[in-house]
């Protein structure tokens, strides 16, 4: 099985701030890494696919990049309506799995 | 405005059964794989099921195997998940998630709301 870590677990930052949020993966998966943001008590939503492809109507202060075991996530500046959790996703050989999270807070 | 809207949660006793539903609008449904995502109270993401479009390729996660099973009707713009043989650790809501494109890489462009599965005594 493939299995995701992220890092942090939790950050705060503050407005304007760029964050980083880091995903390996215990093999390698090319480039089939997606992320996803969950605010409390929503639906997950798709921001970036195959590693670096920003999602239609996703802002562009979000970004993603990496392949092979190791990826990041970036966003340039901090918006107060940010604050989610952020998830990677795998899915190589139609194996999926989901790193942990990442819990992204206001300073 | 493609919706997808989960039913069928509920409390279920251990060992008990349970149907979920998910009806899809404003997409040709037929046309695109569909999956079951759970999330347990606190926890993180969890895949459960993919289906193909046309029901030709069906997966389940190993935690589900041989207890679920995922079916759709194309006719009918919706998704089942058919839950047997429940333990407290399906207790989770339970997403379904439209791929996205019509091909069959798990990239999940819209989700339902979520419906609230617990397994309990």
């Known amino acids: 099985d493939i299995q995701m870590t992220q890092s942090p677990s939790s950050l705060s930052a503050s407005v304007g701030d760029r964050v980083t949020i880091t995903c390996q993966a215990s093999q390698d998966i090319s480039n089939y890494l997606n992320w996803y943001q969950q605010k409390p008590g929503k639906a997950p939503k798709l921001l970036i696919y195959d590693a670096s492809n920003l999602e239609t109507g996703v802002p562009s202060r979000f970004s993603g990049s990496g392949s092979g075991t190791d990826f990041t996530f970036t966003i340039s500046s901090l918006q107060p309506e940010d604050i989610a959790t952020y998830y990677c996703?795998?899915?190589?050989?139609?194996?999926?799995?989901f790193g942990p999270g990442t819990k992204v807070d206001i300073k | 405005e493609v919706q997808l809207v989960e039913s069928g949660g509920g409390l279920v006793k251990p060992g008990g059964s349970l149907r979920l539903s998910c009806a899809a609008s404003g997409f040709t449904f037929s046309s695109y794989s569909m999956n079951w995502v759970r999330q347990a109270p606190g926890k993180g993401l969890e895949w459960v099921s993919s289906?193909?479009?046309?029901?030709?390729?069906?997966y389940y996660a190993d935690s589900v195997k041989g207890r679920f099973t995922i079916s759709r009707d194309n006719a009918k713009n919706s998704l089942y998940l058919q839950m047997n043989s429940l333990r407290a650790e399906d207790t989770a809501v339970y997403y379904c998630?439209?791929?996205?494109?019509?091909?069959?890489?798990?990239?999940?462009?819209?989700w339902g709301q979520g419906t609230l599965v617990t397994v309990s005594s």
């Open positions: 998630a439209r791929v996205k494109g019509e091909d069959l890489r798990p990239i999940f462009d819209y």
């Open positions: 996703q795998q899915y190589d050989n139609l194996e999926i799995t």
């Open positions: 289906i193909s479009s046309s029901s030709s390729y069906i």
